[in-house]
C-alpha cells in the first residue's frame, strides 16, 4: 500500500487533535482535496505551495495534496526579525525553481512581496531554469534544504522514499496499537511533518498499528513556556515525542525536578535529532524523565537528513543514551571529546565515514531521488554524500560531531567549532545559546554573541569569552563581536548559518554593539 492508502485506510482510527481542537482526517483530505485542485486549476498549475505551520489548515493542505496526487513544495515561514519585502525574495528564489505553482494560505503582503521580488528578477534578467512538477508522478514533498552550508537546494521526496522513513522508524521505536504522539514541531521542518504527524496518520492504518493519537500543539506555545509541553505529554498520555537538543536545554533552563509536574509513564520514546547532541542536555533531561515517572530509557538520540525521508538511525527504547570518548576523524593531536551516539541505522539503512575526514556517507531505502535541478541525491554506489561529519563505531552506532562548514582551521590544524561554541553558551550575560564561532573570508576567525550585560560589562564580558575560546583552542580569536539582538543568522528550521555569518562580520554587515 502507499502513503495515500495508509492515510486513507486510518482515517476513523486516528485521533487528531490540532491546537486543542478535535478533527477528523476524513473531513481533512475531503476539504483540502477539492481546495488543491480548485487552487491549481485557478493558476493553471501542477503543484501547490505553502507555509506549513501548526494549524488545521495547513493540515488540510497537506492531506488534500497527498490525496490528490499533487506535488507539496514547502516554503519557509518567515523569521520574525524578517521584513516582508526580504521575505518576499527569498520565496521568489525558492519558487522561481518550480515552475508553476498555486501559492495557497499566504497572506496579501506576502503575496504582494513575491511578486514584486519576481518582476525585478525578471527586468534583471536573472533567469532560473524551473523544474516542471506537474510532470512529477502524483504526489511528491518538495523540501528545500536548510542552507547551512549554501545556498537552499529543493529536495523531491517521492511518497515510497516517506513511507520507507515511516515504516522503519516505526520498526525502531517498537510502535504499537494505541500509541499518541504529541509535538509542537512546526510542520514547516520534516521531524514536524514526517516525524510527528504523518507517522501517526499514516499508521493508524489496519494493515500497521490500527489506532493511534497526534497531538499538535503551536510552535510559538512552546517557545513561551515549554513546560506547557511537559503538561500536554502526560494529558494526552503520550507515548512518543521528539525535539532538537536546543529545544531541551530551553527546557532545562527554565524546568527542574522540583517544578516540573504530570505523569509521563507511558512516554516510551523522546526522540531527540537535527542538531549535534550534547550529553550535558542528555544528562539533563533523562534526570528530568525519570522525576516524571518515564524510563531512563524513553531517551532516543537520533540522526536523519531531508534526504533520507527523515530518520537514518535512532537509539531505541530502552537503550537510553550513551556516551562516546573520541576525537574529531581529522585532529592530528587526537583530542578526546564526549560525544552522544545516535543509535545504530535503521532497518535497510547504511551509514559510513569513507571520506579522511570524517563525512558521513547515508544509503537506504527512503533516499530521495533528486533534487528541484535534476542532480541526484545518490551516487553510482546508491550514497548520498552528507555535510555531516562523524565516526561508525565498532557496534554500528552512529555519532554525528558536526557539520562540514563547523569547522575552523587554526594555525593550520582543523577545530570543531561547536567545541567552541560549548564553551561560550553559558557565560554569564550571553543569551541563551547565542555565541559562536566562525571563520571569515580572509582566514582569520572571530567569536560573535548576542548579549544581555549592561553596557558597562560588554568589555569585559567579550575578554571572557576570548579567554574561554582561546582555553578550547589554544589559539585567541582574531575579532569579537557583540551583535545586536536577533541579527545572528539562522535558518528557518533553527539551524545556524556559520558561513553567511563569517560573511557578515567579514563585510561589517552584522549589527554590532561592540567589536574587539
Not at 332 to 361: I, T
Not at 366 to 379: E, K, Q, R
Not at 422 to 429: C, I, K, M, Q, T
Amino acid at each position: 500500500m502507499e502513503l495515500r492508502d495508509h492515510i486513507r485506510a486510518g482515517a476513523g482510527t486516528c485521533d487528531l487533535t490540532i491546537r486543542g481542537e478535535r478533527q477528523r482526517v476524513e473531513d481533512l483530505t475531503t476539504r483540502g482535496s477539492e481546495v488543491v485542485a480548485a487552487a491549481c486549476r485557478l493558476a493553471s498549475a501542477g503543484a501547490v505551495a505553502t507555509v506549513l505551520d501548526n494549524s488545521a489548515a495547513a493540515a488540510m493542505v497537506v492531506l488534500g495534496a497527498i490525496d490528490a496526487g499533487l506535488p507539496l513544495i514547502s516554503l519557509p515561514a518567515r523569521p520574525s526579525s524578517q521584513a516582508v519585502v526580504d521575505y518576499g525574495y527569498d520565496l521568489d528564489l525558492l519558487l522561481s525553481q518550480c515552475g508553476d505553482v498555486a501559492l495557497v494560505g499566504l497572506d496579501d503582503g506576502t503575496l504582494a512581496a513575491i511578486g514584486a521580488a519576481s518582476e525585478e528578477r525578471m527586468r534583471n534578467a536573472e533567469h532560473v531554469e524551473p523544474t516542471e512538477l506537474a510532470a512529477t508522478d502524483g504526489f511528491a514533498l518538495v523540501q528545500f534544504t536548510s542552507g547551512t552550508t549554501g545556498r537552499p537546494r529543493g529536495l523531491v521526496v517521492s511518497p515510497t522514499s516517506l513511507m520507507a522513513s515511516i515504516t522503519a522508524t516505526l520498526e525502531r521505536i517498537s510502535a504499537a496499537p494505541g500509541d499518541q504522539s504529541c509535538s509542537w514541531l512546526p510542520l514547516g521542518h520534516d521531524m514536524g511533518l514526517v516525524g510527528m504527524f504523518l507517522t501517526p496518520l499514516v499508521s493508524a492504518s489496519p494493515q500497521l498499528l490500527g489506532a493511534t493519537g497526534c497531538d499538535l500543539m503551536a510552535p510559538t506555545e512552546f517557545l513561551r513556556k515549554p513546560a506547557r509541553w511537559l503538561d500536554r505529554l502526560a494529558s494526552t498520555q503520550a507515548t512518543v515525542t521528539a525535539a532538537p537538543d536546543s529545544a531541551l536545554r530551553h527546557v532545562l533552563r527554565v524546568t527542574s525536578t522540583a517544578t516540573a509536574s504530570g505523569d509521563l509513564g507511558r512516554l516510551r520514546s523522546l526522540i531527540v535529532g537535527g542538531e549535534v547532541n550534547r550529553p550535558s542536555t542528555m544528562a539533563g533531561v533523562t534526570g528530568l524523565l525519570t522525576s516524571l515517572g518515564a524510563s531512563a530509557g524513553a531517551l532516543c538520540p537520533a540522526y536523519g537528513m531531508a534526504e533520507a525521508g527523515l530518520a537514518v538511525s535512532v537509539s531505541g527504547p530502552g537503550e537510553g543514551f550513551r556516551v562516546v570518548s573520541a576525537a574529531l576523524p581529522d585532529d592530528e593531536r587526537g583530542e578526546l571529546h564526549a560525544w552522544v551516539a545516535a543509535g545504530a541505522p535503521l532497518s535497510g539503512y547504511q551509514v559510513e565515514a569513507r571520506d579522511p575526514n570524517g563525512r558521513l556517507d547515508v544509503a537506504g531505502p527512503g533516499l530521495a531521488n533528486s533534487y528541484l535541478d535534476g542532480t541526484p541525491v545518490a551516487d553510482a554506489d546508491g550514497f548520498c554524500a552528507t555535510s555531516d561529519i562523524g565516526r561508525i563505531e565498532p557496534d554500528g552506532s552512529v555519532i554525528v560531531m558536526g557539520r562540514v562548514d563547523d569547522t575552523l582551521v587554526l594555525n593550520g590544524r582543523n577545530v570543531s567549532a561547536a567545541l567552541v561554541d560549548r564553551s561560550l553558551h553559558d557565560a554569564p550575560g550571553v543569551r541563551a545559546h547565542r555565541a559562536y564561532a566562525c571563520m571569515l573570508t580572509d582566514g582569520s576567525w572571530a567569536l560573535v554573541a548576542e548579549l544581555k550585560a549592561e553596557p558597562e560589562e560588554r568589555l569585559k564580558l567579550l575578554q571572557e569569552l576570548r579567554r574561554r575560546a582561546t582555553v578550547t583552542t589554544g589559539a585567541s580569536p582574531d575579532v569579537v563581536v557583540a551583535a545586536r539582538a536577533n541579527s545572528i543568522p539562522f535558518t528557518t528550521s533553527g539551524k545556524l548559518q556559520r558561513s553567511k555569518l563569517g560573511r557578515l562580520v567579514a563585510s561589517g554587515d552584522l549589527p554590532e554593539m561592540l567589536r574587539l
